[in-house]
């Protein structure tokens, strides 16, 4: 199997530092084939826009984002840098999310290397999307760290269920381009647990990459699940992430 870790975090001696060695260590040792896009190191550029097409643009008048990524993929004027990010995802059949929860979110190099790398006509095109996404056959999963403990994670928590906060990365990136979507490993706040409770996470996080094809995808309605409103129909309980019956 074909892994890439997509590593977000500006300190290589921090404990996501420490997760993305163990899966590095963990995978290639069981037989993985892992590259990692370590995006600080790299100093990855994560703005979108004019620059990450190299032809001239479709409409010189008015900038379309979603219209010139197509177009740039399409033409092969895509910028290096991100064609050198889509090569990594299309042969990973596997791929890490790694970085720590900053404002219930990605760190904004990572949500940036998302919005350039995928671009549509690579990640997503009308039509194919969901059920049918472009990456379907690849599976996803983030593995983050936290500032604060599991209880305001949960789903009574006052920070909100972890699911829910991880939904905008779970379907509205992986799920939404095609991936399968395992359930996210997440360190809660191993500044604070001590050296002990560190090495449990580690061990936990190695015990957890040992068993990838036997863990459960996280669960999301399939399409025939959706009237023609793209609505859950009638009568169909809403069952993941946000989602709510009306």
Known sequence: MNVLIVYAHPEPKSFNGAMKDVAIDTLTAAGHEVQVSDLYAMDFNPVAGPADMTGDPTNAEFFSLPTEQTAAYQNGTTAPDIVAEMEKLKRADLVIFQFPVWWFGMPA??????????????????????????????????????????????????????????????????????????????????????????????????????????????????????????????????????????
Not at 115 to 135: E, L, N, Q
Not at 157 to 164: A, K, M, P
């Open 109 to 246: 190099i990572l949500k940036g290397w998302a919005d350039r790398v995928f671009a549509r006509g690579f990640a997503y095109i009308p039509g194919r999307k969901y059920d049918t996404g472009m990456f379907k056959g690849k599976t996803a999963m983030v593995a983050a760290t936290t500032g604060t403990s599991a209880d305001t994670y949960a789903p009574d928590g006052i920070d909100g269920d972890i699911l829910t906060v991880l939904w905008p990365i779970h379907n509205g990136l992986m799920r939404y381009s095609g991936f399968d979507v395992l359930p996210p490993f997440v360190a809660y706040m191993p500044g604070r647990v001590g050296e002990d409770g560190r090495k449990a996470y580690l061990e936990a996080y190695k015990k957890r990459l040992g068993e990838l094809d036997t863990t459960p995808r996280l669960f999301f309605h399939p399409r025939e699940d959706y009237g023609l409103n793209e609505r859950l129909k009638p009568g169909v309980l809403a069952r993941s992430g946000v989602q709510r019956n009306v």
